[in-house]
């Protein structure tokens, strides 16, 4: 058993702890006198105070919010004013065909496009959109951008042009889209193309800019492997697919400036669309609405380019002399035609309209469908067992 005696020394770890126990309470007392001033200061760690204090979480969310922003984004820009703008113009249009077996007939959608309505007059709203598009269609079905579905009539298509109008009643019409020019656009600047992609995306905008102007493509109507026309189109690199054909291709200030109508289709090749230059089809598009059809002058010959006979026909059977370089050969005269009347045969070579050189089908349909009208006294060159002749004959209407 131990005892304590007065009158020895005091024991050294009594001493440790009294020191230690001031060290303590002297760190405790400077501790509160720190955190009470980074306190003051607003400087105290949020994840040294008490979370249950409420003074706290109110000055806790002052410095998140301090801390982090919430950034608000306005991306409206003339684009996409723009495309607010003219949406409501572009249109879906479904080509309906009837299908019919030894049991049953039905109407089934054989194809799809886009269309824009240009025009709003007297109860009806008038669209155009490409021939291919509604060729074949027993009916048409145009599908608004607030997906109204109404019925519509082709009141003219073409061909040549590849155009062709349409006519609805007016009553679910919001607007009409502004016509433009094309004349003036220039290589770089931005282009828009509106559409229905696939027949599945209404409404659809990419956009790119104009890559050429006066592109010519050649177009095989009877898919003979021959081109029986050049068609003259405004190449862009806003996406093009199947079904945005008849759709709109307009300019930064939202105003038509073609009529969406192709694409290139090979699988090396991206980037490439085309669209038929208003300018180019306005009076046609008036044409066919006044009329239902678009008349050109007429020959009433069936004819095929001089490249297609093999070069020995042309001293053989032809007989033409050296210097011919290129023509059309007559295979047929349809009688009482303006070229029958004027006295042209089978197998004449017909080099020059009006002295503007002929060198294949497409040169002779581009001067008679462009430069010429139809009642126009026309100067015909050709070569017939090698002579050299020049006929005038009257135009007349196909």
């Known amino acids: 058993m131990g005892y304590y005696n007065q009158n020895s020394p005091p024991n050294r770890n009594q001493k440790r702890n009294r020191y230690s126990i001031y060290s303590i309470l002297i760190g405790i007392l400077i501790g509160v006198v720190l955190v009470t001033i980074f306190w003051q200061a607003d400087l105290l760690p949020n994840?040294?105070?008490?979370?249950?204090n409420k003074e706290y979480d109110s000055r806790g969310s002052q410095a998140n919010s301090a801390d982090y922003?919430?950034?608000?984004v306005d991306v409206?820009?003339?684009?996409t004013d723009v495309i607010d703008q003219v949406a409501p113009a572009v249109v879906s249009v479904i080509n309906i065909q009837q299908r019919s077996d030894f049991w049953q007939s039905e109407s089934q959608e054989a194809g799809t496009g886009s269309g824009v309505i240009y025009k709003q007059a007297d109860g009806y709203a008038y669209v155009v959109t490409n021939h291919h598009v509604v060729s074949g269609a027993d009916a048409i079905e145009v599908v608004l951008s607030n997906e109204t579905r109404v019925d519509a009539d082709v009141i003219g298509s073409d061909l040549f042009s590849d155009l062709a109008v349409l006519r609805m009643d007016d009553e679910h019409i919001e607007q009409t889209i502004d016509i433009g020019t094309s004349e003036n656009v220039k290589v770089g600047e931005p282009a828009v193309a509106i559409g229905n992609p696939l027949g599945m995306f209404a409404g659809s905008v990419t956009q790119g800019v104009i890559s050429g102007k006066q592109r010519t493509i050649p177009q095989d109507f009877n898919n003979d492997g021959r081109a029986d026309w050049q068609a003259e189109v405004i190449q862009t690199d806003a996406a093009i697919n199947p079904g945005n054909s008849g759709g709109a291709l307009i300019n930064i200030d939202g105003r038509l400036i073609g009529i969406n109508s192709m694409k290139v289709n090979e699988s090396a090749v991206e980037g490439i669309?085309?669209?038929?230059?208003?300018?180019?089809?306005?009076p046609i598009i008036q044409e066919l609405e006044g009329t239902g059809e678009v008349k050109r002058p007429y020959l009433g010959l069936e004819i095929?380019?001089?490249?297609?006979?093999?070069?020995?026909?042309w001293s053989h059977t032809l007989h033409l002399p050296n210097e011919v370089t290129g023509g059309v050969y007559v295979w047929s005269v349809e009688p009482l035609s303006p070229a029958d009347q004027a006295g042209l045969e089978r197998l004449d070579v017909i080099t020059e309209l009006d002295g503007t050189e002929v060198m294949d089908m497409i040169d002779l349909r581009k001067i008679l469908y462009q430069e010429k009208a139809i009642g126009e006294q026309v100067d015909v060159t050709f070569y017939r067992d090698g002579q050299r002749q020049t006929i005038t004959l009257e135009l007349g209407a196909q």
Do not use: M
């Open 47 to 52: 994840a040294w105070t008490n979370q249950t």
């Open 69 to 72: 922003s919430q950034i608000n």
């Open 76 to 79: 409206t820009t003339q684009i």
């Open 273 to 282: 669309g085309f669209a038929i230059p208003i300018d180019t089809a306005l």
């Open 304 to 313: 095929y380019s001089l490249e297609e006979v093999p070069q020995t026909e």
